[in-house]
């Protein structure tokens, strides 16, 4: 079964307008941690945003928010105010906390979503 | 500023060739990944390390294997190359503990096996 699913292929925004890209996740654990990447056209993967199962607040990182519902098992991100330098691939991605409540830091990713900027 | 390099950004080989990726960070981190990055697939987890010499198979290590001899430097070794193997290779890494911390990757390997 998927663990991370990522629905949106691709995405069109117009700039300046806010848009979410949606995520999923599938997970037994209680702890665990969600993470999104930007991966521009050169290839560099960027770290955008964390979010902790047990933080009761929505994370926010400047123009990007995780809207974080977590009966829905979803961590969709928002970006605000879009500019034509936020055209990229972006993923969603899952650190779970193993048995003995430590990670080797291992991520599994999403299909991952080409988020589009028209001027 | 932290920084996770790879050896090449393009490489070109021919079918049975011994290919050798090559990864290094300045972090001191302990944990390292090698993932193939795929149209559709997102990131696949080949193989990680936590610690020098060790290893663990990620979800498809099957045609790969690595090698860590020092803490920096991590090595994925395609032993006889195919046209499926074809694809972007990516390197990580992170610290050993904690659920919050990211990982820092290197900027992407591009290779073709013709």
Known sequence: AQKITQTQPGMFVQEKEAVTLDCTYDTSDQSYGLFWYKQPSSGEMIFLIYQGSYDEQNATEGRYSLNFQKARKSANLVISASQLGDSAMYFCAMREANAGGTSYGKLTFGQGTILTVHP | ?114
């Open chain 2, 1 to 114: 500023d932290v920084k996770v390099t790879q050896s090449s950004r393009y490489l070109v080989k021919r079918t049975g060739e011994k290919v050798f990726l090559e990864c290094v960070q300045d972090m001191d981190h302990e944990n390292m990944f090698w993932y193939r990055q795929d149209p559709g697939l997102g990131l696949r987890l080949i193989y990680f390390s936590y610690d020098v010499k060790m290893k663990e198979k990620g979800d498809i290590p099957e045609g790969y294997s690595v090698s860590r001899e020092k803490k920096e430097r991590f090595s994925l070794i395609l032993e006889s190359a195919s046209t499926n193997q074809t694809s972007m290779y990516l390197c990580a890494s992170s610290l050993l503990q904690g659920l919050a911390n990211e990982q820092y990757f290197g900027p992407g390997t591009r290779l073709t096996v013709t």
